[in-house]
């Protein structure tokens, strides 16, 4: 059974959040926190898996509740999921690894993939804590999610949710199963941050996420394309290929 | 020899003499532009004749009282003389000149006033132009968003009697779109990446109300995403397209927007199926203020830098093409991107 905390002084967005978990039997809500000395305390007494958080509360602020915890040497952490109406603490929440950032109004669907999210942390770290992300040469471990906000909201997106990435001039082009984004950012610094054991770089314009290739065959013009699960077709290009044919023959 | 020795001394000592009283009326004039500089500029007759007036004779008289006293050797060629004496010789000699100096002072600080106030004056009129017309702006703004949000609200409120997962999600979508409004303030440009967000939220609630009657199709350059535009520029046009258009048909509806650049300017392209321009404007008393406010807000930005064509290709196939001079954000726009764990 996986404890929850609910922390939020608006009443019915606690309720909210309550009546939103009778989708998950396995999460029990061990509490109600009104305000940020409630949950404290309260985290304290109960030692919940799961924390979600609002971040402007009367007293102190959500971050201030995760820094009194964790200056209070907690055993374990709560994983916290921040529900707001600001979007502004969405990169302070990602820096101090929160699962996600909810922002009021959000939809079932929306809660629901946070959670699940939530809980499949929560699975991973309790069967493996000590477990490592793959290091990139220079040492720092390879990103395994991305922060961005578009089209007016705030995305922790996991980067194996990423089925291909494409430059469009100054812009990359973030392609999942079901939406596109546009990022301030270039292909190069980006390639450096994943992991080339899952993303491949076919072109100069794309990268594509290995889970998602279904196959690479050769096109009527003798040039080599990559086809995705989704159907979508990436061309690729020779001076990439050989790195694919490295890959393929692993 | 001595002679012409006596000669040098002499001369030395009358260059000496013409500078230090240079050098005391700067200092007067100093001191008379730090402490009455405010009332020069607002002295009347009155002021004058009872400040100074006496205070110019006050000045001239003591420029020279200083002078005397630095100088005693002064004037040459004379039998020694006692101070008062040659006070009073060297005043009968330079007393106007005084004058004349003090009041051409007076009369230059009081131009310089006039001057300052006249800048100051011209500062705020320029001020208060763009004040009014930022004042426009923000009108010619609120209207067009409240049309759209209570269509929207309308929208959701119907869906919350059928489908409440849709109401949800319509809701929350609102809320995107409220927030990229809001977030934007009063920024009168923004980059096209920006503005093509959010006609993209824009039309996915439209996608939902339409419900597969319309398909849409987005061609931007990606050499334009960093081009700046106004906010809210393409915006009521779409919305104007399925108000008078896209609204009107039952089925295959097209609504495409494309942007690109051709050399130094911008083209904006929206082309929709519909019933037609003559059509349209004959079931629609007034087609539209947003059409309107859109050319009030390109005039007020580009002049005559600008175009703005509405026109009907075939039956029924409407498009309104914008050109804006290409511009691009001086400034680097803003980074919220951020990776780890």
Redesign the interface.
Known sequence: MIQAVLADDEVLARQKLRQLLREFPEIEVAGEGATASETIALVRATKPDLLFLDVRMPDMDGFDVVGELSAAGAPVMPSIIFTTAYDRYALRAFEIHAVDYLLKPFTLERFRSATQRALDHIRVSKQNPNANAPKSPNGTPYTTRIVFKSKGRILFLPVTEICWIGAEENYVRICTQSETHLLRETMTHLEEKLDPNIFLRVHRSSIVNLQYVKEVRPEIDGEYGVHLLNGQKIPMSRTYRSKIKNWLER | MRFWNEEHVMLSVLLLAWGAQFFIWGVLCWVLWWTLRSRIYSANLKTILTLFLPLSLFASVLEETIWVILFPRLPMGRPPMPFWQRLSFHLDAELIDSLVLFWSAFFLFRGVGYYQRYREKERIASQLQSQLVQAQMRALRMQLNPHFLFNTMNGISSLMQTDI?AA??M??QL??????TL?RGEAQFIPL?DEM?FI??YLAMQDRRFAGRVQQQMNVD??V??AIVPTMILQPIVENAYAHGLSRLSSNGLLSIDASSQGSVLRLKVTNTGIGLRVAAQKAASNGVGLVNVQDRLRMHYGDDHSFSISELEDGLVQVVLTLPLRFAERP?E???????
């Open positions: 997962a949800d999600l809701l929350e809320s995107r779109l409220l927030r990229i977030h990446s967000e993209e939220m990606p050499h995403h960093d726009i980074q919220t991107t951020g990776y780890g764990a």
